[in-house]
């Protein structure tokens, strides 16, 4: 198949990954017949230092004609007193491109059951999968204001918003193990009983589905105390948010997560769930992993390449099981970025 990606690295370790996620893409595209060609887009603090703005109208431009966009992160402490920061260009573009859906899977690699920050035999078996809503709630609700001495952030939700995601993760816990927790904070927000109402009214459509409803306080404990009665949890924008970086110390590190952000049409969004990284930025040393299986999602959900995909997961799988590692994961020891990938290129099938 032929396919226009466009490469949006960003900053820090973003830039860094993204790279490496290019020569696995590269390497499948080679061994099993495929064309992928690339556009590159200015984006975050790295446009704001090129453009003036983190969303540059070019970037914008190029987002229209792309098959899919493949985004590393953001951000980093030269841009926080930016007058726009480069944050602004993530949302602007989630936005644009209307993927109001992020589905952010957490895995425990066995071959990583010892890394992880909970006792082997309560992290086993670890197979999560949330779906956080994208684009509504905090992070774009209005009024957003401040002055000297007020700050004020605004939470919308509107029916419509949330039945288009919790259908999405409906039919995402029908292809796995069909249960469905609902996070919200119905006991305070307004917002969480809507929410729950709208959950509630659409449960008996996916009646193969078992649904449990669960204050996002407390599925901040489950997720640390049993992590394997959830299959697909779904949660508004801000809770998802918190909830996946804890999933993602629960499997080991932030690291080793991909997210794919999906809506009602293409192209859709890939990137790595950690950010720019700034302590660790120039090293050389990021785990490319997160980024690696964002591509893996990208060909699985943008171009129904799913023997691809499984490729791609599968050489993680065994070069994690081989015992190679970052320095996130093994400390000193660990590989450099692109000796990572390489365990990687290295591991997959001839096609
Ligand atoms: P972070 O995810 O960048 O880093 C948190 C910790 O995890 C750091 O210790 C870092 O070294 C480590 N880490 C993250 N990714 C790693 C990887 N691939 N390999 C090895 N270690 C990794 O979060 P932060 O430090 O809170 O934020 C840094 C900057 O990134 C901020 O400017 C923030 O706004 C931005 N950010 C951007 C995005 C995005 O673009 N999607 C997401 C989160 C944070």
Redesign the pocket.
């Known amino acids: 198949m032929n396919a226009k990606i466009l490469l949006l690295p960003?900053?820090?370790?973003?830039a860094?990954?993204v790279r490496e996620g290019v020569r696995v893409l590269d390497a499948i595209a080679a061994r099993y017949g495929h064309s992928f060609c690339y556009e590159e887009g200015l984006v975050?603090?790295a446009a704001i230092d090129a453009a003036g703005t983190p969303i540059p109208d070019e970037t914008l431009r190029k987002l229209k004609t792309a098959d899919a966009v493949f985004?590393?992160?953001?951000?980093?402490?030269k841009?926080?007193h930016a007058p726009v920061?480069?944050?602004a260009g993530?949302l602007r573009i989630r936005k644009e491109l209307g993927v109001y859906a992020n589905l952010r899977p957490a895995v425990l690699f066995p071959a990583l059951a010892s890394g992880s920050p909970l006792r082997a035999d309560v992290v086993a078996g670890t197979d999560l999968l949330i779906v956080r809503e994208l684009t509504g709630g905090l992070y774009f609700g209005k009024p957003k204001a401040r002055d000297a001495t007020k700050a004020v952030d605004t939470m919308t939700y509107t029916a419509a918003e949330v039945d288009r995601i919790a259908r999405f993760a409906f039919r995402a816990a029908q292809g796995r193990r069909k249960i469905l927790h609902s996070i919200d904070k119905a006991n305070i927000l307004e917002t969480s009983r809507l929410w729950r109402e709208v959950v509630t009214r659409l449960a008996p459509e996916y009646r193969d589905v078992t649904v449990h409803h669960m204050l996002v306080d407390t599925a901040s404990m489950a997720l640390v105390q049993r992590p394997t009665q959830f299959d697909v949890l779904v949660t508004e924008n801000t809770f998802g948010?918190i909830l996946s970086?804890e999933a993602a110390a629960v499997v080991g590190?932030?690291?080793?997560l991909p997210s794919a952000s999906l809506g009602d049409a293409p192209p859709y969004f890939y990137?790595?769930?950690?950010?720019?990284?700034?302590?660790?930025?120039g090293q050389g040393?990021?785990?490319?992993?997160?980024?690696i299986l964002s591509a893996a999602m990208m060909l699985r959900y943008s171009f129904q390449l799913e023997r691809e995909a499984a490729a791609i997961e599968s050489a993680v799988a065994r070069a994690l099981d081989d015992g190679v590692r970052?320095?996130?994961?093994a400390g000193q020891s660990g590989v450099s970025?692109e000796r990572m990938t390489n365990a990687i290129l290295e591991r997959l099938p001839r096609g």
Not at 326 to 329: G, M, S, V, W
């Open positions: 960003g900053d820090g370790i973003g860094e990954v975050g603090g985004f590393g992160a953001v951000g980093g402490p841009w926080d920061r480069p944050e993530l948010d970086d590190s932030i690291g080793l990137e790595p769930v950690h950010g720019t990284a700034p302590d660790i930025a040393i990021a785990n490319p992993l997160g980024c970052t320095k996130d994961l970025t």
